[in-house]
């Protein structure tokens, strides 16, 4: 089974920090994601990478940074929290090829 | 511009009767279509999914059909149960491009009633 795991569930920070969100994968997969999910907008992609070291800009990656110096794990840094940036943060990955994403349980975060 | 667009925000049905989630597309280019489940506090879990060469696919109580010239697919769900109430994303790539991330719609709250 599939592992996509999220190293907080829930997170409050200030504006003006800096915030690192960890993603890892346990299955080997080349393809990594970053949405975001707010309600009436559904998931918005903020950033993938196809490979390590590679990172493509998604709909959304203003005010936001990605790392993939290891292939099964994706971070996602906030460069300096806005309270625009509260959102429910969801890692996937997925195995090259037509295949499903797979997603992690979210990280909730909160910017005060 | 949205690319996929599910115009329902929510959905009621009665257990036992037949859901149907409706998703449209405007990408000519997508060839590949999924279904995700929601609940509160947890992950999108995968579904159901269906390819361009196809118009139908079925799994147990899900069945996905694709409609290509009207760019319109959409999830039935039979017979319906209290269970199945959560947010469904529909979503599409063009998988003949490497490294192309899906691209969702905005969900519709399904919610089951016994």
């Known amino acids: 089974d599939v592992k996509v795991t999220q190293s907080s569930r829930y997170l409050v920070k200030r504006t003006g920090e800096k915030v690192f969100l960890e993603c890892v994968q346990d299955m080997d997969h080349e393809n990594m994601f970053w949405y975001r999910q707010d309600p009436g907008l559904g998931l918005r992609l903020i950033y993938f990478?196809?490979?390590?070291?590679?990172?493509e800009k998604g709909d959304i990656p203003e005010g936001y940074s990605v790392s993939r110096e290891k292939k099964e794990r994706f971070s996602l840094i906030l460069e300096s929290a806005s309270t625009n940036q509260t959102s429910m943060y969801l890692c996937a990955s997925r195995v090259a090829g037509n295949q499903p994403q797979h997603f992690g349980d979210g990280t909730r975060l909160s910017i005060l | 511009d949205q690319q996929v667009k599910q115009n329902s925000p929510s959905l009621s049905v009665q257990e036992g009767r037949i859901s149907i989630l409706n998703c449209d597309y405007t990408?000519?280019?997508?060839?590949?279509f999924l279904w995700y489940k929601k609940y509160p506090a947890e992950g999108p879990t995968f579904l159901i999914s269906i390819s361009s060469i196809k118009d139908k696919n079925e799994d147990g109580r899900f069945t996905v059909f694709l409609n290509k010239s009207a760019k319109h697919l959409s999830l039935h769900i039979v017979p319906s149960q209290p269970g199945d109430s959560a947010v469904y994303f529909c979503?599409?790539?063009?998988?003949?491009?490497?490294?192309?991330?899906?691209?969702f719609g905005k969900g519709t709250t399904l919610s089951v009633s016994s």
């Open positions: 990408n000519s280019m997508f060839d590949y």
């Open positions: 990478s196809y490979d390590v070291k590679m990172k």
């Open positions: 979503a599409a790539r063009t998988s003949n491009q490497a490294g192309t991330a899906l691209i």
